[in-house]
Structures are given as structure tokens and as C-alpha cells.
């Protein structure tokens, strides 16, 4: 059933909260009990689809899908789920009453239990206890949580980048060199509204903080976070391409650089920045070692109780804020009634 391969395939690259499983089951309960659109009309469900999708994930997995459009239409392309494997799913998943639909939402099921012992991991930890290595296996070495782990190593980073920055107590100060009263005269409103100084206040000194920007692209050569006191932060969990590294540099404003990637990565990433002359704006490369001597500093017994306290805190904030959890996925299996007895033979849930 060439459906059915489509359909695995989606799930194996997806992500950990599945969006585009979701849309297509949603597309398919949709046919099965209302019959109201056509699976091999694309445009009977393009737009709605996206609608039934995120109305389903707000509830179970706390979230909409952020993807950009274009990421979002492929879904029906020739490679992934075109609209003649889509009718060829709608047929037997009404015919067999929404087993389809059922063994997509268990598969997220499983899914989110993953996650879910992540967070309990999380939330047992003890400096004493934690070990990076351990936790960013859980996310490398499963397969259905593996497309996740770019947002991992983010997390990982901006929690102990902030701990240390706490710690240190950095401040940023912002003055004004330029005294020429004419000039301050004209631009008052700018000085004070965008700057945040005046005749009364001449300097402002803040704490030096760095700052996620959010989800990233599907491309994953955006922004991941930006420092108040200058450079720009970007980490890499993949190989790093001639292509890859110049849309990081040219797509990223700010004059520095701080690249995060792999060990194996540092000294390609290095040569291909050199040799596309970029080198400049990099202000440094920071290796996974460099990130686990500092874990490890941090949760040791000289400073557990101030760094390694915030540090765990810190990064299961950041991890509740990524995967948010629900509650909701066991009675939503149960209001569509996705037994799991449907599951048998092709569409058993053994590995894909």
C-alpha cells in the first residue's frame, strides 16, 4: 500500500509533535464523517486542513504549527503525501472505520510519552544526578524524537549561557559621545523613546541577558539567540555546508558570531567560514565538550547550591516551554474512540 509507506515516512521525519500526521489525519476523519471534501481535490481541504490541524494540536500538544507556508503546503507533494495517496488513505481508513486515524494518533502517542520521561527526568534532577550526555541521548537516540533535537541543543545552551550570566553579573552601559545640543535638540523624542535617556539621565547601565528568538524555520539557518551586549548566537547540531554557512552569516545582522556545533563540525566550519572569507564575523566557535565541561563545573559540588540549582531550573523551564505538555491525548483517544485493537497486522504499531 504505497499510502501507507507515504504515511510512515512522514512520521519517521517529523517532528516531535507531528503536525502534518496530524493534518492528514484530520483531513481524513473530516472525509470519514462528513464526506464534505474530495481527497483527490487538493483544493477541498488545502486551507481547511491547517484549521482542523492546529485546533487539534492546541489541545494536545498546547501548540500551533508556525511553519511557514510553503513548509506547510508540501505536505501534499509528489514526495510526501500527494492527493492520490491521500484518496487511496481516505477509502480504506472510512471503509475500516478510521483505523488510519487512530494509528496516526497513537503513534503521537508514543511520541509524547518519550518526551513526557524527558521532563521527568528533568524535574528528578539533581546536580548530583544530571548528565548532559545522558539527557541529549534520549532525543539521539530514539528515533521518533531524533528531528527534535536541534531545539534541544538550543534549550541546552540558552540555559546554561544564562546561568553563567547570572552568576558573573555582566552589565551592559549605553551613553551618549555625540553632546552636540543641536543635535540632541532635534532628536529629543528618538534619545528618550528609543534610547531611553534624557537631559536628567545621561547613561544607563542594565544587566547583560541573552535571549531566545523562538522557533527557528524548517531551513533551520535562522537566528536562535541574540545577546544585548552584541553577538548573535547560532547553533548547529548538523553539518555544516559551503551553502549552509554562508546563509547563517548572511542572514544574521549582527557583526559577531557565536557558532555552537559539534565536536567533528569545529574545524570544517572553521575552514569553510575561512575560505568563504566570513571568518571575521565569527567571534567563536563553542563545541558539545565545551557545553558538558561547563554542565559539569556548573552541577559540581562547589557550585551545585548557586549555579547547578539554576542551571536545572533553568533548563526545564525551557524544555515545559518547547514541548508543552497535555493531559488531553487519552481522553481525546477515547472521544474518537481509537481503540487500539484496531491496530492489526500492516497497521500494528511496530517499528517504521
Known amino acids: 500500500m504505497r499510502s501507507k509507506d507515504s504515511l510512515d515516512k512522514i512520521i519517521r521525519k517529523g517532528r516531535a509533535h507531528l503536525y502534518k500526521p ?36 492546541k489541545r494536545l500538544v498546547g501548540r500551533a504549527s508556525t511553519s511557514s507556508q510553503k513548509y506547510q503546503d508540501n505536505i501534499f ?15 480504506f481508513n472510512k471503509k475500516n472505520g478510521g483505523v488510519v486515524e487512530a494509528y496516526i494518533y497513537h503513534r503521537l502517542k508514543e ?28 532525543f539521539t537516540a530514539e528515533p521518533g524524537l531524533r528531528r527534535s533535537i536541534d531545539k534541544v541543543y538550543e534549550i541546552i545552551v540558552y540555559a546554561l549561557f544564562s546561568t553563567i550570566m547570572r552568576a558573573l ?16 535638540a532635534d532628536f529629543k523624542k528618538f534619545v528618550t523613546s ?40 547560532q547553533v548547529k547540531h548538523l553539518s555544516l555546508t559551503e551553502d549552509l554557512a554562508e546563509d547563517v ?15 567533528g563540525e569545529a574545524e570544517t566550519i572553521r575552514r569553510i567560514l575561512t575560505q568563504l572569507s566570513f571568518s571575521s ?31 536545572l531550573q533553568d533548563l526545564l523551564r525551557e524544555f515545559k516551554q518547547e514541548f508543552p505538555s497535555s493531559t488531553e491525548m487519552t481522553p481525546f483517544i477515547k472521544e474518537r474512540k481509537y481503540d487500539v485493537s484496531l491496530l492489526k497486522g500492516r497497521w500494528a504499531l511496530t517499528d517504521i
Request: aromatic fraction near 6%.
Open 249 to 263: 552569516v548572511e542572514n544574521v545582522s549582527a557583526d559577531k558570531i557565536v557558532l555552537v556545533c559539534l565536536d
Open 77 to 91: 507533494d509528489a514526495n510526501a503525501m500527494p492527493p492520490a495517496h491521500l484518496a487511496e488513505l481516505a477509502r
Open 22 to 57: 496530524i493534518q492528514i489525519a484530520e483531513i481524513l476523519h473530516h472525509y470519514r464523517t462528513e464526506g464534505k471534501i474530495k481527497p483527490s481535490d487538493i483544493e477541498t481541504y488545502r486551507n481547511a486542513s491547517k484549521r482542523w490541524r492546529d485546533e487539534i494540536t
Open 281 to 311: 564575523r565569527i567571534q567563536s566557535i563553542i563545541t558539545v565538550s565545551d557545553l558538558t565541561c561547563w554542565y559539569e563545573l556548573c552541577l559540581s559540588a562547589k557550585y551545585k547550591k548557586t549555579l547547578g540549582a539554576h542551571l
Open 194 to 233: 528609543v534610547i531611553g535617556l534624557s537631559d536628567k539621565i545621561q547613561s544607563i547601565t542594565i544587566s547583560a541577558s541573552i535571549h531566545r528568538v523562538g522557533v527557528t524555520n524548517a531551513a533551520d539557518r535562522g537566528l536562535d539567540m541574540w545577546a544585548n551586549f552584541g553577538p548573535a548566537i
Open 169 to 184: 553579573r555582566v552589565e551592559v552601559s549605553v551613553c551618549i559621545k555625540n553632546l552636540d545640543k543641536e543635535v540632541l
Open 111 to 138: 511520541r509524547l510519552g518519550k518526551i513526557n520521561d524527558a521532563e521527568k527526568y528533568l524535574e528528578t534532577a539533581k546536580p548530583e544526578t544530571f548528565r548532559l550526555e545522558e539527557f541529549l541521548e534520549r
